[in-house]
Nanobody, 114 residues
Framework: VQLVESGGGLVQSGGSLRLSCAASGFTFSNYFMRWYRQAPGKEREFVATIAGAGDSIYYSDSVKGRFTISRDNAKKTVYLQMNSLKPEDTAMYYC????????WGQGTQVTVSS
């Protein structure tokens, strides 16, 4: 099982980024995929999740209305479109699959300047 995140970077407050997570080693379309984030000195927190068919989606209250999770099962990739970014969104972002053990990528850094 391998998860590889990309798309992070430095952006100004109010800007946008699109994160990608490429998956391999398991039947991607059978599993929920999740995004988490971890800011320095804080615990890892849930951001969003999407069902295997893409028909069930949940967001944390802190990102609802600004972030959009989606997936392309043919490409075995999950995305996180982040709009209206705030400095408090600064964190390392990780994708996750429970297959059934918890599989994590290496993370991609998002930094939002004020």
């Amino acid at each position: 099982v391998q998860l590889v995140e990309s798309g992070g970077g430095l952006v100004q407050s109010g800007g946008s980024l699109r994160l990608s997570c490429a998956a391999s080693g398991f039947t991607f379309s059978n599993y929920f995929m999740r995004w988490y984030r971890q800011a320095p000195g804080k615990e890892r927190e849930f951001v969003a999740t999407i069902a295997g068919a893409g028909d069930s989606i949940y967001y944390s209250d802190s990102v609802k209305g600004r972030f959009t999770i989606s997936r392309d099962n043919a490409k075995k990739t999950v995305y996180l479109q982040m709009n209206s970014l705030k400095p408090e969104d600064t964190a390392m972002y990780y994708c996750n699959a429970r297959v059934p053990f918890d599989a994590w990528g290496q993370g991609t850094q998002v930094t939002v300047s004020s």
